[in-house]
DNA sequence: TATATTCCTACTATTCAGATAGGAATATAG
DNA sequence: CTATATTCCTATCTGAATAGTAGGAATATA
């Protein structure tokens, strides 16, 4: 229950791979083979991760991923949400009535303080944090 | 991200719905009816309701299901781990090692925290306080 | 121009959640 | 003893999502 998807174990792993990396820039195929993940499905993470703007690339030759931050100034909540999206236990924690039982729903708040304690547990620890251990 | 699957927010309206009636039983159907849950679906989730002693039953005519404790001390992380198994964020949670990346694995702590955040959420807060809003 | 890279799109395979179906076992009422 | 109402058990189907693959276009460097 509440198994936590690949995509996600291997972005926080790419970015700590990046992290131990002051200055320099690594390619994709090495942060591949250093943090054992299938190459082609780590384009696709590192675009997201991009996108979100926790990494910058550099395209062509002697191209690749930097970061875009100090590792101490990104949270997990950040690396989680560019990856999953938003913290959700159930579809109607962001409206009410968006879930299959209507605007009768009396376990909402329950799960919104779910989603509250998670958020918050996510957003307390950083990058730098988790890459050392 | 970290949904909460249908059936346990079945089980949890199906506790509720028996904690309603303090000393009467509600068969199967009679609280699929009222939760608008899948009349043949839900006989599962009962089935696993009462392996973990939560509820009972009684087979039969005038058979049933009711409440096996107080309502009140019945806490929410049970039906979850009842429905649900344990929170296992990743696999390597309960022994180290167990995960794909073997005894290196940095963020494990990580996640063994977040783990243990949101049990203890769970565990705080009982079937009354959630059937009840 | 050759090469190394990111980037983009599409596809495949496997697993799992959600649900359905059919009937066996069991208890009660008449 | 029979009809009926129920829990209980096992098997199957389906759609969606996850994990992963494939091929090549765009881009930068030497």
């Given at each position: ?17 990046l992290a131990k990396r002051p200055d320099r ?42 970061m875009a931050k100090d590792p101490a100034a ?60």
């Amino acid at each position: 229950m509440f198994a936590v998807s690949a995509r996600t174990q291997y972005a926080i792993r790419a970015m700590s791979c990046l992290a131990k990396r002051p200055d320099r820039s690594a390619t994709a195929a090495e942060i591949a083979l250093a943090e054992s993940i299938p190459a082609k499905y780590l384009e696709g993470i590192l675009s997201r991760l991009k996108a979100s703007g926790l990494i910058e690339s550099e395209r062509g030759k002697n191209g690749g991923y930097s970061m875009a931050k100090d590792p101490a100034a990104i949270s997990m909540l950040e690396i989680v949400e560019a990856i999953d999206g938003r913290i959700k236990p159930v579809t109607c924690v962001d409206a009410p009535g968006a879930c299959a039982f209507g605007g009768d729903c009396h376990p909402r708040n329950f799960w919104i303080g779910l989603k509250a304690t998670i958020d918050a547990y996510l957003a307390e620890r950083t990058l730098k944090d988790v890459s050392e251990g």
